[in-house]
């Protein structure tokens, strides 16, 4: 999975899964009785999308665990044990709050850009959690109005991540020497965040204004983009949010000091 999601060509097969399987969902999931309004449901029933998201969150939690095991025992070979529960939330606060791109040379359009954009990916992730949890429980129902709290909240996210990613496009397109060292892994993971953004706001729109076929085949590539988003996660560059909490951690707690990447990598040699 990991060669898959490092080379282009790979790019193909890593989609292919998940357009095969949200085809399969339209053509055989049972659905419920059609409603007076179009609904993405009429198509892509919520049972089936919360069974399939649910379980694929559990497999990237084991392997994000997994991974994370491995990444541990390789540095503790390194011969520095060091005290990383009681590091975790400092290490958090500091990535949260991206405190050390502020100190960075590169400008602060980096450090808003990422600051908009993991904030509003954060937003979105437990908005979204809460929500399905909810319609899993039968207490609310999808799609929700628009005055909403969840959906008030989920639009201001959505306005935030969009900001949040065209700032980083933006930057790294001016950015000459960034554009000569972005790797096929920098912008997989960008365009894909920016990309479930994008379909997702589409998606709403397209709904509200009951335009079919379209909006299905928007909703279409907006869960094809979740899958990718999500199932590729452990090793695509959405794997750095979880590795640089630990590593800021790891570092702290073996007193190597300093929080920064550069230092840590020093430290993997
Ligand atoms: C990776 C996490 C996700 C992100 C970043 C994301 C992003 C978005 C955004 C920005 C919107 C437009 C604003 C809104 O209505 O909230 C949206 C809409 C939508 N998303 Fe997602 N989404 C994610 C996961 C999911 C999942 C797992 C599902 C379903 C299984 C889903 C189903 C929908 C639906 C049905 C809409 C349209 C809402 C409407 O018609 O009002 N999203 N998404």
Known sequence: MGKLVLSPPGLLALLALPVLIF????????????????????????????????????CVVVMFGLSLRRMLTAWNRGGRHGEILSELLPAFRAVATH?????????????????LAFWGFAGLALTGTAVGVG????????????????????????????????????????DCEKLRHSTYFDWFFVLTLAGVAFT??????????????????????????????????PYSKFAHLLYRTVAVAYSNGTGTGGTGQGDFRKERG
């Not at 999931?29 to 694929?56: D, H």
């Not at 909403?148 to 980083?168: D, E, M, Y």
């Not at 279409?220 to 990718?228: E, M």
């Open 99 to 115: 405190e050390r791109f502020t100190k960075c040379r590169q400008g602060r359009s980096k450090y808003f850009g990422h600051l």
């Open 23 to 58: 085809a399969a969902i339209a053509r055989w999931a049972p659905r419920g009785s059609a409603t007076p309004q179009l609904e993405f449901a009429n198509v892509f029933p919520i049972p089936t999308l919360e069974a399939l998201f649910f379980t694929l969150a559990g």
């Open 135 to 174: 319609t899993m429980l039968g207490v609310m129902r999808t799609p929700l109005p628009l005055a909403s709290p969840f959906k008030l909240f989920a639009n201001l996210c959505a306005v935030v991540i969009l900001v949040g990613t065209t700032i980083l496009l933006v930057d790294r397109l001016r």
């Open 200 to 233: 997702g706001v589409l998606s709403e729109l397209l709904r509200l204004g009951q335009i079919a076929p379209a909006m299905y085949g928007m909703y279409f590539v907006h869960l094809v983009l979740i899958f990718a988003l999500l199932a590729y996660a």
